[in-house]
């Protein structure tokens, strides 16, 4: 009767935790090397420097490339590098003017002014089509915003060339020939066209703000520039999110109701062979009495880098509980471990340490008595159950 009632137990909780799955789910990338992509595009983009501005800024827009290198460490939020750049251009007469003898300015003509750069870009991700809808992997279309600081490098045009004539001064700046490296920062707007697993159409669309790369050819001091772009990324292989919501306690549960639907079957089986024997038996009957020992559950599961016994693991707890004190003479070890294939050693020795005193305090908390309890923490497994997430596991032993 005591096996029944443990298994429908294990059945509700693992009806609780089916319902549980169906609502938003939380993902993250497992593994270190999961979720790492590469992008390349190309497009076009203007400086917004006052000048263009003012002479005409579609006759300077100018072509980019970009390539970029990244990890998503769960569906929502994101991190790449972005190496970019090729031309950039600005039109301006403030550069090429001259003073009369009476230091009246006169400015030239405008002219079209285009310098090579390369810019590298540190930028955060954040998915706003996975944080408020909810990751889909067979979502057809997601936006993304992203920022972050950067650093061009160009050269500048600094230095000042004199030249004299009877009438007037001609005063003309060039390029000095030095690269400079200046910081910027820039937002933008990310939409991904979902291909494949692990291909995806992109479509970028960027704002920066620096220090002027034209230097004193332009009346403006800070500069930036605005770019659209398009290209492909490659997810190496492939888009991998785990479900880090109570899939392994499920999983569990499921382990635990198996054990006592066979300890069960065993004990109908050899009740059923004892019935048999007794009503064939001639003479004396002598009454045999059998005692079978039901396993408990000895497995309580925990979500990656996590110490804290959730409710589905409580079970367990609690009907091991009962079962220790229906065996006061004997001893159990509450042996912790953890996943070798994430985190330090170190980390995994404390780790397991703590999730194995936390399954010996509440064992404590339901009135198991101390003197039957040890526990200890193995630190990290590998393969203990093939499963790297099964050995996020405290076992009674």
Same mark, same amino acid.
């Given at each position: 009767?005591?096996?029944?009632?443990?298994? *429908?137990? *294990?059945?509700?909780? =693992?009806?609780?935790?089916?319902?549980?799955?169906?609502?938003?789910?939380?993902? $993250?990338?497992?593994?270190?090397?999961?979720?790492?992509?590469?992008?390349?595009?190309?497009?076009?983009?203007?400086? %917004?420097?006052?000048?263009?501005?003012?002479?005409?800024?579609?006759?300077?827009?100018?072509?980019?490339?970009?390539?970029?290198?990244?990890?998503?460490?769960?569906?929502?939020?994101?991190?790449?590098?972005?190496? %970019?750049?090729?031309?950039?251009?600005?039109?301006?007469?403030?550069?090429?003017?001259?003073? @009369?003898?009476? @230091?009246?300015?006169?400015? =030239?003509?405008?002219?079209?002014?285009?310098?090579?750069?390369?810019? /590298?870009?540190?930028?955060?991700?954040?998915? !706003?089509?996975?944080?408020?809808?909810?990751?889909?992997?067979?979502? !057809?279309?997601? !936006?993304?915003?992203?920022?972050?600081?950067?650093?061009?490098?160009?050269?500048?045009?600094?230095?000042?060339?004199?030249?004299?004539?009877?009438?007037?001064?001609?005063?003309?700046?060039?390029?000095?020939?030095?690269?400079?490296?200046?910081?910027?920062?820039?937002?933008?707007? /990310?939409?991904?066209?979902?291909?494949?697993?692990?291909?995806?159409?992109? &479509? +970028?669309?960027?704002?920066?703000?620096?220090? #002027?790369?034209?230097?004193?050819?332009?009346?403006?001091?800070?500069? =930036?520039?605005?770019?659209?772009?398009?290209?492909?990324?490659?997810?190496? =292989?492939?888009?991998?999110?785990?479900?880090?919501?109570?899939?392994?306690?499920?999983?569990? &549960?499921?382990?635990?109701?198996?054990?006592?639907?066979?300890?069960?079957?065993?004990?109908?089986?050899? *009740?059923?062979?004892?019935?048999?024997?007794?009503?064939?038996?001639?003479?004396?009957?002598?009454?045999?009495?059998? +005692?079978?020992?039901?396993?408990?559950?000895?497995?309580?599961?925990?979500?990656?880098?996590?110490?804290? &016994?959730?409710?589905?693991?409580?079970?367990?707890?609690?009907?091991?509980?009962?079962?220790?004190?229906?065996?006061?003479?004997?001893?159990?070890?509450?042996?912790?471990?953890?996943?070798?294939?994430?985190?330090?050693?170190?980390?995994?020795?404390? /780790? #397991?340490?703590?999730?194995?005193?936390?399954?010996?305090?509440?064992?404590?908390?339901?009135?198991?008595?101390?003197?039957?309890?040890?526990?200890?923490? $193995?630190?990290?497994?590998?393969?203990?159950?093939?499963?790297?997430?099964?050995?996020?596991?405290?076992?009674?032993?």
């Amino acid at each position: 009767m005591k096996s029944k009632i443990a298994i *429908l137990s *294990l059945m509700m909780a =693992g009806a609780a935790v089916t319902a549980t799955a169906q609502t938003k789910e939380k993902f $993250f990338s497992e593994k270190f090397g999961d979720n790492i992509f590469i992008s390349v595009g190309g497009g076009a983009q203007v400086s %917004t420097n006052g000048d263009n501005f003012d002479n005409s800024w579609t006759k300077a827009i100018t072509p980019k490339v970009t390539l970029s290198l990244g990890k998503w460490f769960s569906p929502v939020w994101g991190l790449r590098g972005q190496a %970019t750049g090729w031309e950039t251009a600005v039109r301006t007469d403030y550069g090429n003017f001259s003073l @009369d003898a009476n @230091d009246k300015v006169t400015y =030239g003509e405008v002219v079209k002014i285009k310098k090579h750069y390369a810019t /590298l870009h540190a930028d955060a991700l954040f998915n !706003l089509s996975n944080a408020i809808g909810g990751y889909n992997p067979d979502r !057809l279309f997601t !936006l993304s915003i992203f920022g972050g600081p950067g650093l061009t490098f160009g050269k500048m045009y600094n230095s000042q060339v004199l030249v004299e004539d009877p009438a007037r001064e001609f005063t003309r700046y060039v390029d000095d020939g030095k690269v400079k490296a200046y910081v910027n920062g820039s937002v933008g707007l /990310l939409g991904m066209f979902n291909v494949s697993k692990y291909i995806d159409i992109n &479509i +970028e669309a960027r704002g920066e703000l620096a220090q #002027s790369q034209f230097g004193k050819l332009t009346s403006a001091s800070t500069d =930036g520039a605005v770019s659209l772009t398009a290209g492909l990324t490659y997810t190496f =292989g492939g888009k991998k999110f785990v479900n880090c919501n109570s899939k392994i306690d499920q999983d569990a &549960i499921n382990a635990e109701i198996n054990k006592y639907r066979k300890a069960l079957a065993e004990a109908e089986d050899e *009740l059923a062979r004892t019935k048999n024997a007794l009503a064939n038996a001639k003479g004396q009957v002598k009454e045999v009495t059998k +005692e079978v020992q039901v396993v408990g559950p000895r497995a309580i599961f925990f979500m990656i880098g996590k110490t804290n &016994i959730d409710d589905y693991g409580m079970v367990n707890v609690k009907l091991a509980a009962k079962i220790i004190k229906a065996n006061p003479d004997k001893k159990y070890k509450v042996a912790g471990y953890a996943d070798k294939a994430t985190g330090s050693s170190s980390w995994n020795q404390k /780790l #397991s340490e703590k999730r194995a005193q936390n399954v010996y305090d509440a064992l404590i908390k339901e009135g198991v008595s101390a003197s039957q309890l040890e526990y200890v923490g $193995f630190g990290g497994t590998a393969n203990m159950f093939d499963k790297d997430k099964l050995n996020r596991v405290v076992i009674l032993e």
